[in-house]
């Protein structure tokens, strides 16, 4: 992982200030949302993808290629989550006192 990092931090910090980008964006767009039974099922693909490669089921490149993702998807939603909670901060601070 420490190859990873150094190798490809460019990457990384790229898909983090996405994530924080569409985290900044998403709390002004509020669209519809994916349902229960869709975020089960990508919440059991995640998992599954997070156990292969705690397992290294995957040998090789293609195991390369989804540790690489997978840091990638985590920096992303840390970004949005970041995103969304700073866009969050601003704008209830700029709201008149009610």
Same mark, same amino acid.
């Given at each position: ?7 490809? =931090?460019?990457?990384? /910090?790229?898909?983090? +200030? $996405? *994530?924080? @980008? ?8 509020? #669209? ?8 089960? =099922?990508?919440?059991? /693909?995640?998992?599954? +993808? $997070? *156990?292969? @490669? ?8 293609? #195991? ?12 992303? /939603?840390?970004?949005?989550? $970041? *995103? ?15």
């Amino acid at each position: 992982m420490a190859y990873l990092t150094t190798f490809y =931090w460019g990457w990384l /910090l790229a898909s983090g +200030l $996405v *994530g924080f @980008a569409m985290g900044w964006i998403s709390v002004v767009q509020h #669209g519809n949302g994916v349902s229960r039974k869709l975020r089960w =099922w990508l919440s059991a /693909l995640v998992a599954a +993808l $997070v *156990g292969a @490669a705690l397992a290294r089921v995957v040998p090789g490149r293609f #195991g390369y290629w989804l540790d690489l993702g997978l840091i990638m998807f985590a920096l992303y /939603l840390f970004g949005c989550a $970041v *995103g969304s909670w700073l866009r969050g901060w601003v704008v209830s601070r700029s709201a008149p006192p009610a």
